[in-house]
């Protein structure tokens, strides 16, 4: 078993789950605060969209990606905002819509694309040198924002009027929240696949809701059990020959219920009723 992490492309993919892990659980304690998780899951399918297209084009996907995410959680904000729609209502409509297109991007292929099926399940065994490159540097992207924008993030997660109304420039930051959710996604693509990639984002910050009320643990919490169950979960899926995406997502969500057990909260408090 350990001649698995003399290989390279083992050493590639354990280090692109521990960047997803760490990138999604820690975006992910936003998402959870803010109670955006309907947002993941939409951007996760336009950014797909984005990604049969660049395939079907013969363009690189991950760009088209990232512009099929933001363009879609920018125009949910847009709706919400103007007060048009719900940010549910919105974001349900476009990810049932460019579900659609991807599905008719992939009826226009001529032949059958494998590499397509491991951006919608998972396929981090596939990770490319150049692939782990672009995630390295989306991710120094996306730290660098959060590191920039920290307290205000956490500001508008908890109450964007009062953040408006001290001072804080909320519309931009909230743009700027979903931005990085749609960033945060097209890094997780290749690693967890557009169906399941939400759940990396929401289920480490939601285990570690339940072990602390403090947000400094919350979020230290999360960002290791994220990283953990990504790089144990590439780890199982390589010596059972499982797909990667499942299994990191499944033992995120095993440990997930392992904390309803032990939590010192003893789900007093539900999950979005309080804050930590």
Known sequence: MLELFTYDFMQRSLLAAAIVGALCSLIGVFVVL?????????????????????????WPPLPLAIAFGVATVWITGWLEEQGRMKLDVSIGILYTATMALAIMFIGFMRTYNPEVYGYLFGSVLSVTGEELFLIGGLAVLELSLLALFWK????????????????????SIFFL??????????????????????????????????????????????????????????????VWDIPSGPSIVLLAIAVFFFSLLISPKRMKHPLGSSRP
Request: net charge neutral; aromatic share 8%; no cysteine.
């Open 34 to 58: 803010r109670g955006l998780a309907f947002v993941g899951a939409g951007t996760s399918h336009a950014a797909f969209a984005g990604v049969t297209l660049g395939y079907l084009v013969g």
């Open 152 to 171: 205000e993030l956490l500001f508008i997660a908890f109450d964007q009027e009062m953040a408006e109304a001290s001072g804080i420039p909320a519309r």
């Open 177 to 238: 929240l979903l931005t990085l959710i749609a960033l945060t996604v097209v890094v997780a693509l290749k690693t967890v696949g557009a169906i399941l990639v939400f759940a990396m984002v929401l289920i480490p910050a939601s285990t570690a809701y339940q072990l602390t009320h403090s947000l400094t643990t919350l979020t230290l919490y999360s960002v290791l059990i994220g990283t953990a169950t990504a790089v144990t979960g590439v780890i199982v899926s390589t």
